[in-house]
């Protein structure tokens, strides 16, 4: 897929899997990627994984620091195909919908709705509260998706790794990438 550029953010959330495995798909896609880990995922990846900030670097084509807010991704006249944040932690959400880009991550993120590019954020919380919800619409109606990385499990997974394969995927195919993948729903033979 030549010529394709992605922003890749990762916050604080629970859940920093789904941004290396983003990062490890585009990587074998030859996809561009610009990738910004904030400083709470930081300690989350310290927690979660058995990999170094910097091998996760190594997946992308391009690192930046959260507080870079001069970078390139943070104009509309640098072009790529969309924005990822995986996960997006709710301080992320609430940054984005009230345009508060006190950051690269949000600030990235607010050039991509006023550019009209895709945004989507796999929003990690669980219970949400009715502010929650609001600035889930609130980031909805200015065009961003919000893909919370639920389990599929007419996959029928062996694995923590297949049910985060399918989530990832099902998130990337919302950038219309052409990805292989054998556990797309096909219909139940009744």
């Given amino acids: 897929m030549p ?10 959330a629970s859940g920093a899997i789904y941004g290396i495995r ?20 930081l300690i989350t990846i ?4 058995k990999k170094s900030v910097n091998e996760i670097k190594e997946l992308a084509s391009i690192t930046y ?11 509309g006249s640098f072009r790529t195909d969309g924005m990822i944040i995986a996960p997006c932690s709710i301080k992320t959400l609430a940054g984005i919908a009230s ?31 009715v502010g929650h919800i609001e600035q889930m619409l609130k980031v909805s109606q200015m065009g961003g998706i919000i893909a919370p990385p639920v389990p599929a499990f007419y996959t029928n997974p062996n694995s923590i790794e297949e049910i985060v ?4 995927i099902r998130s990337l195919d919302l950038f219309d990438l052409n990805i292989e993948y054998n556990n797309r729903w096909k219909g139940l033979k009744v």
Avoid at 46 to 49: A, K, M, R, T, V
Avoid at 65 to 75: E, F, L, N, Y
Wanted: proline share 4%; aromatic share 2%.
């Fill in 46 to 49: 310290s927690s979660e994984l």
């Fill in 99 to 129: 345009c508060f880009s006190d950051s690269l991550i949000t600030r990235a993120a607010d050039v991509i709705l006023k550019e009209r590019r895709k945004l989507v954020l796999l929003l990690r919380e669980t219970p949400l509260h």
């Fill in 165 to 168: 394969n399918h989530t990832v």
């Fill in 22 to 41: 983003i990062l490890e798909i585009l990587k074998d896609l030859n996809i561009e990627t610009h990738l910004i880990i904030s400083k709470s995922a």
């Fill in 65 to 75: 620091q959260p507080s870079d807010i001069a970078a390139p991704i943070a104009s």
């Fill in 3 to 12: 010529n394709k550029k992605l922003i890749v953010a990762i916050t604080g």
